[in-house]
T-cell receptor, first 114, second 114 residues
């Protein structure tokens, strides 16, 4: 069974540009989460999808971040326009409805905004 | 509010020695507790989890952790360190009966000395 996959693995962009991160959850996992680790800080929750619906987006830092999960399968996280403080590692995780507490994480996307 | 404190951002142990990574949590109600590990250039992998069953939890790769409510601790141990244990370890807490967000500690990087 394939794990959570994320694309790209690395992205280097300039301030003001747009970047879109993609996450493919484990097949059959209705729950999908985004987390972020800014350099030197702890990993922080961004938002939670149940299928295509946003269940909890309390961790989204501001309106420059837009997450979507059309069709309830893969998800995208767009940052527009990117700022220097957006640099960090963006993790995606997924879980089954009947075992929500066990989240399986992807390898992360390392974003560097110059 | 929940929080997680990991004592020591870096811990060094000799190969074959006991590994002890400390974690304390604060939560107004019994939480779910986790240890995740991130090996170099890889994603987060679940080592073990406590979900109110046995207080001594065994995980993968010989690690175990003990939930001590009186001390609000969930320390991670391994009797004998191996070079392959070098990684960053994250203690985390969640309350899945309320919401799914996982709250992470800042991480402890474990160094194994030959």
């Amino acid at each position: 069974e394939a794990g959570v996959t994320q694309f790209p693995s690395h992205s280097v962009i300039e301030k003001g540009q747009t970047v879109t991160l993609r996450c493919d959850p484990i097949s059959g996992h209705d729950n999908l989460y985004w987390y972020r680790r800014v350099m030197g800080k702890e990993i922080k929750f961004l938002l939670h999808f149940v299928k295509e619906s946003k269940q909890d987006e309390s961790g989204m830092p501001n309106n420059r971040f837009l997450a979507e999960r059309t069709g309830g399968t893969y998800s995208t996280l767009k940052v527009q326009p990117a700022e220097l403080e957006d640099s960090g590692v963006y993790f995606c995780a997924s879980s089954q409805v009947q075992a929500r507490e066990t989240q399986y994480f992807g390898p992360g996307t390392r974003l560097l905004v110059l | 509010a929940q929080s997680v404190t990991q004592l020591g951002s870096h811990v060094s142990v000799s190969e074959g020695a006991l590994v002890l990574l400390r974690c304390n949590y604060s939560s107004s109600v019994p939480p779910y507790l986790f240890w995740y590990v991130q090996y170099p250039n890889q994603g987060l992998q679940l080592l073990l989890k406590y979900t109110s069953a046995a207080t001594l939890v065994k995980g993968i790769n010989g690690f175990e952790a003990e939930f001590k409510k009186s001390e609000t601790s969930f320390h991670l141990t391994k009797p004998s360190a191996h070079m392959s244990d070098a990684a960053e370890y994250f203690c985390a807490v969640s309350r899945s009966y309320r919401d799914d967000k996982i709250i992470f500690g800042k991480g402890t990087r474990l160094h194994i000395l030959p």
